[in-house]
Structures are given as structure tokens and as C-alpha cells.
């Protein structure tokens, strides 16, 4: 079993940067971690994911903004969300997904276990 703790979230102005970082505790090599946002009266979306060996993925509203990193040595997945717009304000999710070695991650595949969240809102 698998616990997920998101952090990083917060406050930022149009244009300005977060990183989120999720922590996994277990035997993170074994998953692709994904990262997802939901807000307001919005259904979840899944905006990137990066596989077992490294391979990423990114949803085109997020491409070229946000980088996905995973460092299993410290049980770690981040997202460096850089150019956040308002439209960026969301609830975000980190979840994993035991998959092959070299399986390609997901963004649409159910996901196994599920991180409480972190907020980031972007206004001025």
C-alpha cells in the first residue's frame, strides 16, 4: 500500500512559478506517478505523468510549462509549473499506477492510490 503527500501549493500571480511535490511512501520504482487537477465545477483532468524509466507525458494546455521529474532515491515526483495563468487554479492531485518497466504511463488509465491535494491559485 502506498501513501501519497502532495505540497507546494499556494498563491502565485499570472505569469509566476510553483513547484508541487509529491512524496510516496512505499516502493515508488514500482509505479508511474501522475499528476491531475480538478477545479471548480470541473471534472479531474490529467495533465502529466512520467513512467517507470522516465518517459513523460504532458496534456497540450500544459506542454512547454510544466516539467514532471520523479528522483526514486527520495521517493519524490515534482511538477514545476512555470507561465501560470488563472485558468491554472485547481485542487492538485498526485496518484501512482503499477505498471512494467517500460509501460507508458497514462493520463486516462485508473490510477491505484491517490494523494489528499494541494491547492494553487493563481490571481492577482
Known amino acids: 500500500q502506498l501513501q501519497l503527500v502532495e505540497s507546494g501549493g499556494g498563491l502565485v500571480q499570472p505569469g509566476g512559478s510553483l513547484r508541487l511535490s509529491c512524496v510516496v511512501s512505499g516502493l515508488i520504482s514500482d509505479y508511474s506517478i501522475g499528476w491531475f487537477r480538478q477545479a471548480p465545477g470541473k471534472e479531474r483532468e490529467g495533465i502529466s505523468c512520467v513512467n517507470r524509466s522516465g518517459h513523460t507525458i504532458y496534456t497540450d494546455s500544459v506542454k512547454d510549462r510544466f516539467t514532471i521529474s520523479r528522483d526514486d532515491a527520495k521517493n519524490t515526483v515534482n511538477l514545476q509549473m512555470n507561465s501560470l495563468s488563472p485558468d491554472d487554479t485547481a485542487v492538485y492531485f498526485c496518484?501512482?499506477?503499477?505498471?512494467?518497466?517500460?509501460?507508458?504511463?497514462?493520463?486516462?488509465?485508473?490510477?491505484?492510490?491517490w494523494g489528499q491535494g494541494t491547492q494553487v491559485t493563481v490571481s492577482s
Open positions: 496518484a501512482a499506477r503499477r505498471t512494467p518497466l517500460f509501460s507508458p504511463c497514462s493520463l486516462a488509465a485508473p490510477h491505484d492510490y
